[in-house]
């Protein structure tokens, strides 16, 4: 099966508002995954913002951190990203990304060398 990344569930919130954010990530199923979730705003970098590896375990970039949640539903193959109290800062395109992984490699927020990426979905947080 060849691997596909696809998110959804962005929009538009006012501040201290809620979104969660949905990744399916088909196709790994021949053995453990990093997932990602990164966001850009045009013309600046990309952020990587939360990981989570098949052990479960979870990173997340300060910016992000108390107020973001990654989690995952492995019988259906999707991540999620519970995003709470947003800020005006939040405002971005939001991208998920999946690899294949070993445990003895990076799973976190500064890794971008993943080879499966989705469309993204682009969330706005006004004040």
């Known amino acids: 099966e060849v691997p596909l990344v696809e998110e959804s569930g962005g929009g538009s919130v006012q501040a201290g508002g809620s979104l969660r954010l949905s990744c399916i990530y088909s196709?790994?199923?021949?053995?453990?995954?990093?997932l990602g979730w990164f966001r850009q705003v045009p013309g600046k970098e990309r952020e990587g913002i939360a990981t989570?590896?098949?052990?479960?375990?979870?990173t997340y970039a300060d910016s992000v951190k108390g107020r973001f949640t990654a989690s995952q539903d492995n019988a259906n193959q999707t991540l999620y990203l519970s995003m709470n109290n947003l800020k005006p800062e939040d405002t971005a395109m939001y991208y998920c990304?999946?690899?294949?992984?070993?445990?003895?490699?990076?799973?976190?927020?500064?890794?971008?060398?993943?080879?499966?990426w989705g469309q993204g979905t682009q969330v706005t947080v006004s004040s």
């Open positions: 990304a999946a690899k294949y992984w070993k445990s003895s490699l990076n799973c976190d927020t500064e890794d971008h060398d993943f080879p499966d």
């Open positions: 196709g790994y199923t021949a053995g453990r995954y990093c």
């Open positions: 989570l590896n098949s052990y479960g375990s979870t």
